[in-house]
């Protein structure tokens, strides 16, 4: 079944559910570690008494921080370590087995995972038991996996339209950038390498910016959910999310690939519509199968795509993807490093945040998002996207600094206003890496993306809670500082990217039986890798 492509609901459903677990689990592992420590019961009335502690329940404090900082960082551990693995071959495997097969599994480990959170808040269990329900959940792919079948699903759409021109229905793109002629006087050839790049970055900024909207919103109603009827209920909630994320999957949401894959093979194109319908049809239940099951000999495949990806692309080819792949990873341990630790700080002395607050702080969040939308669309008119990752990387440094040193609360509100162009650099790496690889080596390249990414997040929590819990005593900003001064590395990074070479005959990938027409700027481009 299948026949919308609106992948946004995916993602917003999904993000719903992920962005109000974390700020949940993170204040119930919290409350829980409270009453071990303190044999008292939690309520949101602690806030009250942290900012006029004593000395004996200051103490308390600063333990019940340690270990819970430590506690959360075994739980990530504990799902992103089985991720790492699940994560490049779930997404890579998508190339050929449909852009479902990384899309359903890491729905149904967070549905196995919101489960084993409501019982274990219903019935008291010891909280260990999120760290073995955490490495199930990781071993199904988790939001990185979700995440790299979506971009990869967004690509798909932008390369079909990008062939198949502003026909009836071109209009609604993807990511809603609207297709448009060349301007007056544009130049054919900008508009062949410029169009195409420029709506596909547009498209998978709208993806991100779906995500930060929603990871602004989510903790929010969770923060009044926690006050309202304490942790055991929104966990049911998360479950239900999750479920009809599923069901829209499933018997909604058709595979992009049943119309891209027989475009790039003109000699088979007569052979491949008789088989369209059918393969269109079964494309789900067949293809998730078909991932769950994976033999020994498709999972080396898999991985033997990956590494084709880089043998037959050229030596500058290889050189910029590398490049672009290490500073995204760099900036996601920075980005999420630094914020992985930003609610234990705010529950921390001076700070002392209920948990209305925190929900407050994070809707404030949802600024920084359409910020970096509004800076992606207005930026990538007038800079090159090594500029615009530039640009991101700044406020990323400045916002974090900014945190470092937030004693107040109306100072740690306002770090919002630096970080508003802090999400730029993830979209914008993504579209440029997606540009650098032919259409049948999606799948491959987002499969580095979110191996890299898993990888960057599980040296993150490491460096930066260990780094909190060694710190909290006499400086627990120093976290953030750490992070502001790493973000130095990526945009060295980008530097040597900037300063590679340009050869117009290997920009991107080599575009060859080109069609241009020069009244509405459409290309259609048999697509091979760079020689």
Same mark, same amino acid.
């Given at each position: 079944m299948g026949g919308s492509y609106l992948i946004q609901p995916v993602v917003a459903f999904y993000s719903f559910g992920l962005f109000m677990t974390i700020p949940l689990l993170q204040q119930y592992v919290y409350s829980r570690l409270w009453e071990q420590l303190s044999s008292a019961p939690y309520s949101s009335?602690?806030?009250?008494?942290?900012?006029n502690s004593s000395s004996n329940l200051t103490f308390t404090i600063m333990e019940v921080q340690k270990q819970a900082s430590v506690f959360i960082l075994y739980a990530e551990l504990s799902f992103l370590v089985p991720s790492m693995f699940s994560c490049p071959l779930l997404v890579s495997c998508s190339d050929s087995l449909g852009r479902k097969a990384a899309i359903v599994p890491p729905l149904l480990g967070n549905l196995l995972f919101s489960v084993c959170c409501f019982?274990?808040?219903?019935?008291?269990?010891?909280?260990?038991?999120l760290l073995g329900a955490g490495f199930v959940a990781g071993l199904f792919g988790g939001p990185s996996a979700l995440l790299g079948g979506c971009f990869a699903y967004v690509a798909d759409r932008c390369r079909e339209e990008a062939r198949a021109g502003p026909g009836p229905g071109a209009g609604g793109s993807v990511g809603g950038a609207m297709?448009?002629?060349?301007?007056?006087?544009?130049?054919?050839?900008?508009?062949?390498?410029?169009?195409?790049?420029?709506?596909?970055?547009?498209?998978?900024?709208?993806?991100?910016?779906?995500?930060?909207?929603?990871?602004?919103?989510?903790?929010?109603c969770t923060g009044v959910l926690i006050y309202a009827i304490g942790f055991r209920w929104p966990f049911l909630i998360v479950f239900l999310l999750y479920l009809l994320t599923l069901a829209y999957v499933v018997l909604v949401l058709g595979d992009s690939l049943a119309s891209v894959i027989p475009l790039p093979s003109p000699s088979s194109s007569s052979s491949s519509s008789s088989s369209s319908s059918s393969s269109s049809s079964s494309s789900s239940c067949p293809s998730l199968r078909g991932c769950l099951g994976l033999s020994r000999q498709k999972l080396l495949g898999q991985l033997q795509s990956v590494y084709m990806m880089f043998g037959t692309g050229s030596r500058r080819r290889n050189t910029a993807l590398g490049l672009t792949l290490a500073v995204f990873a760099l900036f996601k341990m920075c980005r999420d490093g630094g914020m992985?630790?930003?609610?234990?700080?705010? $529950?921390?002395?001076?700070?002392?945040?209920?948990?209305?607050?925190?929900?407050?702080?994070? @809707? %404030?969040?949802?600024? !920084?998002? #359409?910020?970096?939308?509004?800076?992606?669309?207005?930026?990538?008119?007038?800079?090159?996207?090594?500029n615009v990752v530039l640009l991101g990387? $700044?406020?990323?440094?400045?916002?974090?600094?900014?945190?470092?040193?937030?004693?107040?609360? @109306? %100072?740690?509100?306002? !770090?919002? #206003?630096?970080?508003?162009?802090s999400d730029m650099p993830s979209a914008v790496l993504r579209s440029m890496m997606s540009?650098?690889?032919?259409?049948?080596?999606?799948?491959?390249?987002?499969?580095?993306?979110?191996?890299?990414?898993?990888?960057?997040?599980?040296?993150?929590? !490491?460096?930066?809670?260990?780094?909190?819990?060694?710190?909290v005593t006499w400086f627990s900003g120093f976290s953030f500082l750490l992070a502001s001064l790493l973000t130095v590395i990526p945009a060295l990074l980008i530097g040597v990217l900037k300063g590679l070479p340009q050869n117009r005959e290997e920009d991107r990938y080599s575009l060859t039986a080109e069609e241009v027409d020069f009244g509405t700027g459409v290309v259609e481009a048999t697509i091979t890798g760079a020689v």
């Open positions: 009335s602690q806030s009250a008494q942290c900012v019982l274990i808040s219903c019935f008291s269990l010891d909280l260990h038991f297709q448009s002629p060349p301007p007056p006087g544009g130049s054919p050839e900008t508009e062949v390498r410029q169009g195409p790049s420029r709506r596909r970055t547009l498209s998978m900024a709208s993806v991100d910016l779906i995500w930060g909207l929603i990871a602004g919103l989510a903790p929010a992985s630790i930003i609610i234990l700080y705010q $529950l921390n002395q001076p700070l002392c945040w209920s948990e209305l607050l925190i929900g407050c702080s994070s @809707l %404030l969040g949802m600024i !920084v998002h #359409l910020g970096s939308y509004a800076g992606v669309s207005f930026f990538s008119r007038c800079l090159d996207d090594a990387l $700044l406020s990323l440094a400045g916002g974090l600094l900014m945190a470092a040193f937030a004693h107040t609360t @109306l %100072l740690m509100l306002l !770090v919002r #206003l630096p970080l508003i162009l540009n650098l690889v032919p259409g049948s080596e999606q799948g491959a390249v987002f499969a580095c993306v979110v191996f890299l990414e898993m990888l960057s997040a599980c040296v993150a929590l !490491v460096v930066f809670n260990s780094t909190y819990a060694a710190t």
